[in-house]
């Protein structure tokens, strides 16, 4: 069964744009990624994952799961 939490989502994707905006490193890794034909969401996709902050919003949810 996939689960698939629309927030989270959405929060993953605006954390993926600002790093974007405002971290030089996950610029030039969006530029990469773009310049390699991909779309605009499609590359805010893959900077998710790969940008060192994505993790937070992922530890916290899942903790608050557990704490509740």
């Known amino acids: ?3 698939h939490n629309d927030r989270l989502v959405d929060a993953l994707h ?3 744009h600002a790093a974007m905006l405002h971290d030089p490193g996950a610029r030039a890794y969006y ?12 590359a805010l996709r893959q900077l998710g994952p790969d940008h060192p902050l ?4 992922v530890f916290l949810t899942l903790t608050d799961q557990v704490a509740d």
């Open 1 to 3: 069964m996939f689960v």
């Open 31 to 42: 530029q990469e990624l773009r310049s390699r034909e991909m779309n605009h969401n499609a």
């Open 54 to 57: 994505a993790r937070i919003p």
């Open 14 to 16: 605006n954390q993926a």
